[in-house]
């Protein structure tokens, strides 16, 4: 276990988050495809777990010497403060014990381990409030290595979801809006304008959503939402996507590989979309799913490729840069992920380590001042298929933190006018 020390600096850590909302700390180069899994999907993607349902954690180290892991839980209001509830009061049992469960790879010129860490386990054995989440990741230095937020959800609350093409004129043909409507049913919500808060997320990347967004006005016990440009997203358009499910042979989206110390894996050349028709491509809204031909266990079986990115694009001089992102990497900006220019072949080239399988992904231009601009690559097209959640949360006046009592979902493949 941690040593005692630990507990001190978390005290610590706890004390300065609980006046601040706190952001996610993305791994080091080293680990690779933080996932979660649950009982209702296996794709990487956004974590929103129901209240009782197990999921795992699982992630590799691209090392050799089986390092150990610690994990602790953090309950967290809304808006990512810290809530004011004590540990025993949102967790059955204690976190803040090694990670047990890993695997070394077998048959891969890439050595990893894969760990996987389930809750409810021995130790923790269940999470017994909705709300939101931190779980934290330490080595045995007591460093933090990475954190993951995730959800957990009951359905108390009817929430009804409908894409609808941008009300506003300027925006038809690149903006998509959702109308919500949420049924309190049996529950009674006290001054909803003031204890009830949606979260609207687009296709599962939370550093996008739409927050504090309170309800137009209320008919009986439902609460609706119809605004002209609150609620709305741009529309971007569809994922980009690949295949490495086979390291020997070209798959869908991969021009060419070759063998050094571990296969590469080389995409044809990108261009921007943003001046092109739509075109309909079905994608799987930015996430990823780990897959290999000829493998009973792509857990510690699926190898490792150097995926090499290229994009035709002229040079931005404004000081803007361009990544690539997607659920694979958290949609984090990170130095893994930013593309360079080269002036000899006039494009924007990047190389990411990654498992095998199966990927969406986006090339964006961040400026200057961080500003993320979607669509200037890829455009913005009222037609593209999204995927949205939203999250309703209701705190009860004299109530010590925000419960998590609505989900909704829906697709713009239904839009409407």
Do not use: C
């Not at 050799?64 to 509830?85: A, G, K, M, Q, V």
């Amino acid at each position: 276990m941690i040593k005692n020390i630990h507990f001190f600096l978390l005290a610590i850590l706890t004390t300065v988050q609980g006046f601040s909302q706190v952001e996610e700390v993305n791994p080091p180069d080293y680990i690779k495809t933080i996932t979660f899994r649950s009982r209702t999907s296996s794709q990487g993607q956004l974590p929103i777990i129901r209240l009782g349902e197990s999921f795992h954690l699982e992630f590799d180290v691209l090392t050799t010497d089986e390092p150990d892991f610690y994990y602790t839980i953090e309950h967290y209001n809304y808006d990512w403060t810290r809530s004011n509830l004590v540990k025993m009061e949102y967790m059955n049992g204690f976190d803040n014990f090694r990670i047990v469960n890993y695997e070394n790879s077998f048959n891969a010129y890439q050595l990893y381990s894969h760990y996987d860490l389930q809750i409810p386990n021995q130790q923790t054995r269940g999470l017994t409030k909705t709300g939101n989440y931190i779980i934290t990741i330490y080595n045995e230095n007591e460093d933090i290595v990475f954190t993951r937020k995730f959800m957990i959800y009951q359905e108390q609350l009817g929430v009804g979801v409908a894409v609808k093409r941008s009300r506003d004129v300027r925006f038809i043909e690149s903006k998509q809006s959702l109308d919500i409507t949420i049924n309190s049913g049996a529950l009674h919500l006290n001054n909803p304008k003031q204890t009830v808060n949606t979260l609207i997320i687009q296709n599962n990347n939370l550093n996008t959503a739409i927050k504090n967004v309170k309800p137009q006005y209320t008919i009986g016990k439902e609460l609706i939402y119809k605004y002209t440009s609150e609620t709305a997203f741009w529309a971007s358009n569809e994922f980009r996507f690949f295949e490495t499910k086979d390291v020997r042979g070209a798959n869908v989206g991969v021009q060419f590989i070759d063998l050094k110390d571990i296969y590469n894996s080389y995409l044809f050349v990108d261009g921007p979309r943003d001046n092109q028709p739509y075109t309909y491509n079905p994608d799987i809204n930015g996430n990823f799913l780990i897959t290999a031909i000829d493998r009973d266990n792509v857990d510690i079986e699926a190898d490792y490729t150097d995926v090499h990115f290229s994009l035709l694009f002229p040079e931005l001089t404004d000081g803007s840069s361009i990544y690539i992102y997607g659920n694979f990497n958290n949609y984090a900006l990170e130095p893994q992920n930013k593309l360079v220019y080269n002036g000899d072949s006039k494009r924007y080239t990047g190389v990411i380590r990654l498992k095998q399988g199966f990927y969406n992904y986006k090339y964006v231009i961040v400026d200057a001042k961080g500003a993320i601009d979607e669509g200037r690559i890829s455009g913005n097209f009222w037609q593209t298929e999204n995927n949205y959640k939203v999250l309703v949360y209701y705190r009860d006046l004299g109530a010590r933190y925000d419960q998590l009592l609505g989900f909704g979902e829906a697709s713009s493949v239904d839009i409407s006018n």
